[in-house]
């Protein structure tokens, strides 16, 4: 996808220790027609597999899910990392380490909102580590859903997310990729 | 707009004590283009007013204010409840208490993505007490931006949150009122 990065030559930065500071346009100001866009340039990559719902991780998963569900005009479940009050007793939890937050994250679904029947497409922002994805992978085996798919806006591949996934035998799509930030580059396929 | 009050009136449900559960399309399972067409609904309300930049708060706020910041055709900036190491040493950060969480929530803004001659619009799922907006308000307040209009999708008016509201003087608009929840009813506009 061109425009994302045009943006991320643009307005990417290497923070250092694989970091990659987008947040003008991705992770805490988003542009949403940029968004949009990734939305669609996703869904038209897993259209074919027959999807009925979008599964993501809040906070940054959100907008990105968002827009490829809408695409696909299916509903998206967002994982959410605190249990709400509206939430049942018994649900579905897992836990994945934060990279940028430097701690384990848990992560809940209803079971209201997944379970057998569900042929789920994984969507996040970012595929670095795969961990957070990994999580999510587990919730949807653990409510008997299919997982049909992956997609990501960015992937960092020298973070191996990629292998790391690749047990689950389903096609794994990221809009941009980033083979290394050594020596502060951010070099970009 | 009648599709998001018929699915109040389909799927919402009263838990007691003023809680109102729409997790079904609003903020654990969303619906992508009942959002989107909330999203449409509220920038109908604001266009003549000239914002800039749409603000929320995470997390339940990101979908509305994507959706309505995408049909503005301008950015979003969600506050962040935890500082990410992607942002600067010196932000804005206020607090609110958290109904649904039972306990008080930081936001934080980056100055890079919020500042004078910004003209700001607050968006979030719910207005009930307010204290929620009144916290973004303080950070575009903090920022030197203007605030031009509130927007939710669902008010709740027997929380008091539109007086709490009334001295910042901008318009507020809700695209579903819930008058009272007592005995168990929805009471709905």
């Known amino acids: 996808m061109e425009a994302l990065k045009a943006r991320i030559r643009a307005e990417g930065r290497n923070l250092g220790r694989g970091i990659l500071k987008v947040d003008s346009f991705i992770n805490h100001q988003v542009d949403p027609l940029l968004m949009q866009e990734a939305g669609h340039a996703l869904a038209a990559r897993f259209t074919h597999l027959g999807a009925n719902k979008v599964l993501t991780a809040e906070i940054s998963g959100i907008a990105p ?3 490829t569900a809408c695409a696909l005009g299916i509903p998206v479940v967002f994982a959410r990392k605190a249990k709400p009050i509206t939430m049942p007793e018994t649900v579905f939890r897992e836990t994945a380490p934060s990279h940028t937050k430097g701690r384990i994250v848990e992560l809940f679904v209803s079971p209201e909102f997944l379970g057998p029947g569900d042929c789920v497409l994984l969507i996040d922002d970012f595929l670095a580590s795969g961990q ?4 999510l992978a587990r919730l949807a085996q653990a409510s008997g859903a299919t997982i049909v798919g992956i997609g990501t806006v960015i992937e960092k591949t020298f973070e191996g997310g990629r292998d790391a996934l690749a047990s689950l035998g389903v ?3 990221s809009l941009a990729i ?4 050594d ?4 070099d970009m396929e």
Do not use: N
Request: charged share 15%.
């Open 65 to 67: 899910a968002l827009m």
């Open 132 to 135: 957070t994805i990994q999580a």
């Open 171 to 173: 096609p794994i799509e």
């Open 178 to 181: 980033i083979r290394s930030m």
């Open 183 to 186: 020596d502060g580059y951010i």
